[in-house]
């Protein structure tokens, strides 16, 4: 008698589905926490980003841009509230608008040059990309709460075609501007840096 005719459909069950491989694999993921392989990352609270956005402000009175500009990289927010990492975006951003267009590139280069420039020039990629995100989101057209009648017998929903926040789309110019001599100064990895790091602004 062969094998196959001593297995019965009673034996041939889907039992061996159920069987969790992974969890017999000692490399697997569920057999060791995953959390750590992330260092943990200091938190950081308002109050700290408040306090630091005073210095940078303190440094761009000053005149100096770069180190203002440098304050924001060097201590970016990781780990905090939404309104901690918002509070030290708008700080960025109004950095990155204080600075004149002819001033970019060779700032970028200095700081690129020197030790942990590389890395620098990555957290700004991600503030970049933040700013944009936040610019792109507020700028649309806006619904209010309660629709108006108008006299024309039209309901006004929105803001009017063609009319946008002129101060949301400066914001946007000065971003993608920055954003243009980054990649100028640091390639296109930074962008992909960017993309895969898992520490988030």
Same mark, same amino acid.
């Given at each position: 008698?062969? &094998? &196959?005719?001593?297995? #019965?459909?009673?034996?041939?069950? $889907?039992?061996?589905?159920? &069987?969790?491989? $992974?969890?017999?694999?000692?490399?697997?993921?569920? +057999?060791? $926490?995953?959390?750590?392989?992330?260092?943990?990352?200091?938190?950081?609270?308002?109050?700290?980003?408040?306090?630091? +956005?005073?210095?940078v402000?303190?440094?761009?009175?000053?005149?100096?841009?770069?180190?203002a500009?440098?304050? /924001?990289l060097?201590?970016?927010?990781? +780990?905090?509230?939404e309104?901690?990492?918002?509070?030290h975006?708008q700080?960025?951003?109004?950095?990155?608008?204080?600075?004149?267009?002819?001033?970019?590139?060779?700032?970028?280069q200095? &700081?690129?040059g020197?030790?942990?420039?590389?890395?620098?020039? %990555?957290? !700004? @990629?991600k503030?970049?990309?933040?700013g944009?995100? =936040?610019? =792109?989101?507020?700028?649309?057209?806006? #619904?209010?709460?309660?629709? *108006?009648?108008?006299?024309?017998?039209? #309901?006004?929903?929105g803001?009017?075609?063609?009319?946008? +926040?002129?101060? *949301?789309?400066a914001a @946007?110019?000065?971003? !993608?501007?920055?954003?243009?001599?980054?990649? %100028?100064?640091?390639?296109?990895?930074?962008?992909v840096? /960017?993309? #895969? $790091?898992?520490?988030?602004?």
């Open positions: 008698m062969s &094998i &196959i005719q001593q297995h #019965t459909s009673a034996s041939l069950g $889907d039992a061996w589905r159920t &069987i969790n491989i $992974d969890a017999l694999d000692p490399e697997s993921s569920q +057999n060791f $926490d995953t959390t750590t392989l992330h260092p943990p990352l200091p938190e950081i609270s308002e109050a700290e980003v408040r306090q630091l +956005n005073g210095q402000r303190q440094l761009l009175r000053g005149g100096d841009a770069e180190g500009l440098r304050g /924001c060097e201590t970016p927010v990781y +780990n905090g509230s309104g901690t990492k918002e509070v975006l700080t960025v951003v109004e950095v990155l608008q204080s600075i004149k267009a002819s001033d970019m590139t060779p700032m970028l200095r &700081i690129y020197s030790e942990g420039g590389g890395e620098l020039l %990555d957290v !700004l @990629m503030y970049l990309y933040k944009m995100s =936040a610019s =792109a989101l507020t700028g649309g057209p806006r #619904t209010p709460g309660r629709m *108006t009648p108008q006299q024309t017998g039209f #309901t006004q929903v803001s009017r075609p063609g009319v946008s +926040n002129e101060s *949301t789309s @946007m110019s000065v971003l !993608l501007s920055w954003h243009e001599k980054v990649v %100028d100064v640091a390639g296109q990895g930074s962008i840096r /960017c993309m #895969t $790091d898992w520490r988030k602004v």
